[in-house]
């Protein structure tokens, strides 16, 4: 199921081959930091997105980012 993302951290999901929501899940919050233009805002919307559509949160990540 899709997390309806804005177009940067979309893009920068695919452009890290991160394509299913099983990928995504495979990395920790202070590892999407590390792909290339994936900033915190984009951190906080996917994060916010899994929490509220799924139920479910990365590993690592705490309100504070």
Known sequence: EDLELSSR???CLIEAKIETL???LKYSAK???E???FGKRSLIEV???LQTK???KLRGFHKSF
Do not use: I, S
């Open 47 to 49: 994060c916010n997105k």
């Open 31 to 33: 590892e999407l930091l």
């Open 22 to 24: 099983d990928d995504l």
């Open 35 to 37: 792909l290339n233009n």
């Open 9 to 11: 951290p979309y893009r």
């Open 54 to 56: 799924f139920n479910l």
